[in-house]
């Protein structure tokens, strides 16, 4: 149980387009969400926290208007990243936290490795 | 500011040691804490969780100990193995300010060779 998948594993796109990365709990509702990015030898940071239905509350020095965040169902959030940059490559894990308190174990996924030209 | 750093950076043994990666914590404000394995350009592989009010999980040939008065936690990896080659990463869930969120450390950088 508690397995979290993403789509896509890989992503290359052009600089200015934009890209959507899914992240789907398979076996449990997830009431929260995380997102995080890790560059090469560095290690995760968190970039915002979805909560299902509500806006996303994003860490500070993260662009709201750069990296869009849905999470529209309990079982799904997405993140777009909008007019990608070649900074912007990185790689990008999300996480679901079942509902309850707030010190529940979050599961992670296999990550999406975005690389922009 | 809840600040994650894990000691040493990076670790290379011969296979069958016993050894000790290091992570402390500077608010002991927290929930629980998480060691992970990471393999080059993969996800997270979740080893140990240990709540608060505990003071060491294992599994198999992982021991994982936590003191959260002083700000830290060990893994303690009994006879190691090339297989255990990966990175390894720390992570405190906060409690407080950081109410519910994952800091991790920068992760030890472990080779066994054989």
């Known amino acids: 149980g508690a397995v979290v998948s993403q789509h896509p594993s890989r992503v290359i796109c052009k600089s200015g387009t934009s890209v959507k990365i899914e992240c789907r709990s398979l076996?449990?509702?997830?009431?929260?969400m995380f997102w995080y990015r890790q560059f090469p030898k560095q290690s995760l940071m968190l970039m915002a926290t979805?909560?299902?239905?509500?806006?996303?509350?994003?860490e500070q020095g993260v662009e709201k208007d750069k990296f869009l965040i849905n999470h529209a169902s309990l079982t799904l959030s997405t993140l777009t990243v909008t007019s990608a940059h070649p900074e912007d490559s990185s790689f990008y894990i999300c996480?679901?936290?079942?509902?309850?308190?707030?010190?529940?174990?979050?599961?992670f996924g296999p990550g999406t490795r975005l690389t922009v030209l | 500011k809840q600040e994650v750093t894990q000691i040493p950076a990076a670790l290379s043994v011969p296979e069958g040691e016993n050894l000790v990666l290091n992570c402390s914590f500077t608010?002991?404000?927290?929930?629980?804490l998480q060691w992970f394995r990471q393999d080059p350009g993969k996800g997270l592989t979740s080893l140990l969780l240990?709540?608060?009010?505990?003071r060491e999980q294992t599994s198999g040939r992982l021991n994982a100990s936590l003191d959260k008065s002083s700000g830290r936690s060990t893994l303690y990896i009994a006879a190691s193995q090339p297989g255990d080659s990966a990175t390894y990463l720390c992570?405190?869930?906060?409690?407080?300010?950081?109410?519910?969120?994952?800091?991790f450390g920068q992760g030890t950088i472990l080779t066994v060779h054989p």
């Open positions: 996480s679901a936290k079942p509902p309850g308190l707030a010190y529940n174990e979050q599961f």
């Open positions: 076996d449990f509702q997830a009431t929260t």
């Open positions: 979805s909560n299902e239905g509500s806006k996303a509350t994003y």
């Open positions: 608010d002991s404000a927290i929930y629980n």
């Open positions: 240990i709540q608060s009010s505990q």
């Open positions: 992570a405190v869930k906060g409690g407080g300010t950081s109410y519910g969120k994952l800091t």
